[in-house]
């Protein structure tokens, strides 16, 4: 973002805009005051600062790990790398991973980490000093452990980060057997499960796929059904951005523009996601991709003519500066936060439909609950019941080619014949939680005649966390 739209669109802390979308879902409800401000506020805000040696200087760097809520525990979040991280956004950060755990049904409370780092600039041999030495200080306040606290990569960090944390924590607390789940997004090689780098991005294709399939819908926006031939652009082309592009790539869906910090990247016939991966890795940009347009102010891409605009890199991207100017049918919120509110407000009364990333970025959440589940239960998933699906499948086919008389080809018996992988049983529960997902919303939505499916979201998340306190007993 320009610095000049920076400002309009940090006007207001991004904090209040996640309370003025909680006001608006509590209307719906009725739910005491004080109980409303208990599920909005911030458990434990936890800020620090610690010294790193850098070189030959020493460097204060600037940390936090909030904890959103506790009415369910371990908290949840990823850990952010960047410069721009600040409490304000943290704190937002782990109220949003509280609404999207309970839509998904995920049993944690929200929370968020930071690190105040450019990790483009800083060395892998410091970067991983000042992971270590942030661990050990979560450490030092018991602001980590499978039971407490369990971080994850988000913006900035991936597995690498994740298994030097696990790396500290197991040194630190030696003997713990439970330790490989004290942190997810972990390599598969160290605990971490198949299909958890992927996951979001995944998750974000289920859900738009979802929205897309529904008549209703798609007649508002005048679209057919089905997400082939559909227009596509995508900002970030990071972890979440990447995977998101890869999968409606491979449904048939036309990626028109990329955009990354450096200029986008547009071709009305579509761009080949793996290429323009391969010329990034090779030439350190997207730009000047071979049979593409340049398109120099990176902003300018979510302008541009499509049928579905997915935001996967930061939060206040679309403001009210640039909402009047957005020409998607469909906005997929891939990234936290990227719509404000008041752009919210400009694009409803335009008829976008939002998907809101409370429910649809969940899917990283989703298959990190996976491998905390298989950290603890020390078993791969498929492990127990691969080869008894197999014997079973196998006596199956045996009756039918007998009874029939026939024998099913060699390819296609192989198909039927195999158990489930670790890979299938995960993207199967994160289909699944996807698409339930989505229904809940979309029906509380009708039900209660709400006005955009982000309201809806949050009205099915307070409800779930009213729920788990009733459980408690805390509130009578
Ligand atoms: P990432 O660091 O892997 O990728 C972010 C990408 O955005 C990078 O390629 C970066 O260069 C690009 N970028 C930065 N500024 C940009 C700009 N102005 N215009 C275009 N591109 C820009 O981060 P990620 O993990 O993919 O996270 C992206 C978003 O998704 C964040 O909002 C994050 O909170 C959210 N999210 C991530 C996860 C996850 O599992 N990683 C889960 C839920 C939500």
Not at 37 to 54: D, T, W
Not at 99 to 111: L, T
Request: hydrophobic share 40%.
């Amino acid at each position: 973002m320009s610095k000049k739209n920076q400002s309009k669109a940090d006007a207001h802390s991004f904090f209040s805009c996640i309370e003025k979308n909680f006001d608006k879902a509590a209307r719906y409800l009725s739910i005491k005051k004080g109980l409303l401000e208990q599920i909005k506020s911030c458990n434990a805000v936890y800020r620090m600062h610690f010294p790193v040696k850098i070189g030959k200087e020493i460097q204060v760097i600037e940390a936090y790990r909030v904890q959103h809520s506790h009415h369910k525990l371990p908290c949840k979040g990823g850990i952010r790398y960047s410069i721009k991280v600040n409490q304000d956004e943290v704190m937002t950060l782990a109220a949003l991973m509280t609404y999207k755990c309970a839509i998904v049904d995920v049993p944690f409370g929200g929370a968020k980490g930071g690190i105040k780092i450019d990790p483009q600039i800083i060395s892998a041999e410091n970067i991983e000093k000042i992971t270590r030495r942030y661990t050990s200080e979560l450490i030092k306040k018991n602001f980590i452990g499978p039971g407490i606290d369990v971080p994850a990569p988000d913006y900035g960090t991936g597995e690498r980060e994740m298994s030097w944390i696990f790396d500290t924590f197991l040194s630190i607390r030696p003997g713990e057997v439970d330790a490989l789940a004290c942190v997810t997004g972990k390599p598969v090689s160290q605990g971490g499960v198949r299909g958890r780098k992927e996951a979001t991005g995944l998750g974000v294709f289920y859900g738009i796929r979802e929205l897309c399939k529904m008549k209703e819908e798609m007649l508002s926006v005048g679209l057919d059904i089905g997400l082939n031939g559909k227009k596509v652009i995508i900002q970030g082309l990071g972890n979440v951005g990447y995977h998101a592009a890869t999968f409606f790539h491979e449904a048939g869906a036309i990626i028109v523009a990329l955009a990354e910090r450096e200029g986008a990247i547009y071709n009305k016939k579509g761009l080949n996601v793996s290429n323009v991966i391969l010329h990034l890795k090779k030439t350190g940009s997207i730009l000047n991709f071979p049979e593409s347009k340049n398109i120099e102010d990176t902003e300018k891409a979510l302008e541009l003519e499509c049928d579905i605009l997915i935001p996967a890199a930061l939060e206040n991207v679309i403001h009210k500066h640039n909402a009047n100017r957005i020409k998607a049918k469909i906005i997929g919120e891939a990234a936290n936060g990227p719509v404000t509110p008041e752009a919210d407000d400009i694009l409803g009364k335009k008829g976008v439909l939002i998907i809101p990333d409370i429910y649809l970025n969940a899917g990283g959440v989703t298959v990190s609950y996976f491998e905390w589940l298989k950290n603890l239960s020390h078993v791969r998933y498929g492990r127990m019941e691969k080869r008894f699906s197999e014997n079973m499948n196998t006596e199956l086919l045996q009756v039918i080619e007998t009874s029939c008389r026939k024998k099913i080809p060699i390819e296609e018996k192989k198909m039927i014949l195999r158990g489930p992988r670790e890979i299938d049983l995960v993207r199967s529960g994160l289909e699944d939680t996807m698409i339930n997902g989505f229904h809940k919303i979309r029906d509380l939505k009708k039900s209660l005649k709400i006005e955009n499916l982000r309201t809806a979201a949050f009205v099915l998340a307070i409800n779930k966390i009213i729920d788990s306190y009733e459980k408690l007993g805390i509130f009578p």
